[in-house]
């Protein structure tokens, strides 16, 4: 949410809800464990990722 927050230029108060029926416990955004067991490497950072679809939604 920083870094959203940061690159789009706008300030906002995430909402935090109850999961909805569905909803993953738990939702993890780190590639070390692809990167340790699959020799995966990430090409992109999560600030491109962000201004990357801040621009495709502009």
Do not use: K, Q, S
């Given at each position: ?16 809800c ?7 416990a ?19 950072t ?13």
């Amino acid at each position: 949410m920083e870094t959203t927050a940061r690159i789009t230029g706008i300030d906002f108060t995430p909402e935090l809800c109850d999961r909805r029926p569905g909803d993953p416990a738990r939702i993890v955004a780190d590639g070390t464990l692809a990167a340790r067991d699959l020799d995966w490497r990430m090409r992109h950072t999560l600030e491109n990722m962000v201004a990357g679809a801040r621009a495709a939604h502009r």
